[in-house]
């Protein structure tokens, strides 16, 4: 029995060796790529240099080629409005990253695109590496809801120096850079030429033709309510009533905003005595990305029976919005289903180059977001 008592005890002792080794060798493996990537993309930055100003954009992010080519127009529009300044361009989303430098899809030659894209925080501790007196950092999400108040952390998070390993930067520097923060499209929705007003005017020279033979219906994303962040959803329906006092054939739903999924955009539809004739199906995101391919366009369809089951939130799972609305009646062909996201609409896109232009100090906008704080 001793002996077996003694056998477990080592047995133990190396696990718990092991684990804390395994920890160890992971902690040194993370480290190790944090700061080679910090290192790869402060290359990046100080090579490219010719200004004493830098822009970053902030997007979610995609694995679209047809998306990659709108953040390069864009990126090559910011340049055009802001001469005196370097303008660089960042993904916020990890997956996003990863599958984007794997080369998930391919462009219309069939040909695999892999990109290599890189979160704020690097480009903004290689911005700050590079010793830029001004940096003005711009969100490219549409509301100001849970992934801008991601966007936000990042910023805060430099500004206070706040990053781990061997990436930190000199205080002195940071006490005297003018941080500058953009925000969302959708930001304003009171007083004349507000956000809102400004761009359903704005989407209606897009689609007004289209709105004058059937219905337009644009596809937003929206937040679930415990990451409502700002409770900014209120922006889509704001946008719906704005875009219907010049038509009422304007609707605007979301993917991800309780009592906003298609079904309900349905039934606000047969409530105005709409259910048949042309519809029309649009992106309400910066890009045309997974979301507007499958989910708006696609031909995923859970129709069985003549009907959809409806889940505990009242959306109809595993079914784009053509495929929907064509079994509710309506004639949504391939053609009918616009895939351009916002930034690819000069008009549109000029509301986030007007807020660049227009950006408060990091800690004026911050602190307007966060009073308490």
Request: glycine content about 6%; aromatic content about 12%; charged content about 25%.
């Amino acid at each position: 029995m001793k002996k077996i008592k003694s056998f477990m005890l080592l047995a133990v002792a190396a696990m718990v060796a092991f684990a804390f080794t395994a920890c160890s060798d992971d902690d040194t493996k993370v480290e190790e790529r944090y700061n080679s990537e910090f290192t790869l993309v402060d290359n990046q930055v100080a090579q490219a240099k010719k200004n004493d100003k830098a822009i970053l954009l902030v997007a979610f992010g995609s694995t679209w080629d047809n998306a990659f080519k709108a953040f390069d127009a864009t990126v090559d529009a910011y340049k055009a409005a802001f001469p005196g300044y370097d303008v660089y361009l960042s993904f916020s989303s990890d997956i996003c990253i990863n599958r984007a430098h794997a080369g998930e899809n391919t462009n219309e030659k069939g040909e695999i695109v892999k990109r290599d894209y890189y979160s704020p925080n690097y480009w903004l501790h290689a911005i700050g590496k590079a010793q830029y007196k001004e940096i003005k950092v711009q969100s490219l999400q549409v509301i100001p809801g849970e992934e801008f108040a991601a966007v936000v952390a990042c910023v805060k998070k430099f500004a206070n120096n706040g990053y781990i390993f061997d990436a930190r930067l000199d205080d002195d520097y940071l006490s005297k850079v003018n941080i500058y923060l953009g925000l969302p499209l959708l930001n304003t929705c009171e007083g004349k030429g507000n956000d809102v007003e400004t761009v359903a005017k704005e989407l209606d020279k897009v689609a007004g033709a289209q709105a004058a033979k059937g219905v337009v219906a644009f596809m937003g994303h929206g937040n679930p309510d415990s990451y409502d962040t700002f409770k900014a959803n209120i922006r889509y329906n704001q946008l719906e009533d704005e875009l219907q006092k010049i038509n009422k054939n304007y609707f605007v739903g979301c993917v991800d905003q309780p009592e906003n999924f298609k079904p309900f955009v349905y039934t606000r539809m047969k409530a105005a005595g709409i259910i048949s004739g042309n519809m029309y199906l649009y992106p309400l995101m910066s890009i045309a990305g997974d979301h507007a391919h499958n989910d708006m366009a696609g031909d995923d369809d859970a129709w069985e029976d003549g009907k959809y089951e409806l889940n505990e939130e009242g959306e109809v799972e595993d079914t784009s919005w053509k495929m929907f609305f064509t079994n509710m009646g309506f004639s949504v062909p391939d053609e009918n289903c616009t895939l351009k996201g916002l930034l690819e609409f000069p008009g549109i896109r000029q509301v986030w180059i007007n807020h660049t232009k227009n950006a408060e100090l990091l800690e004026d906008a911050y602190h307007s977001m966060y009073p308490e704080e």
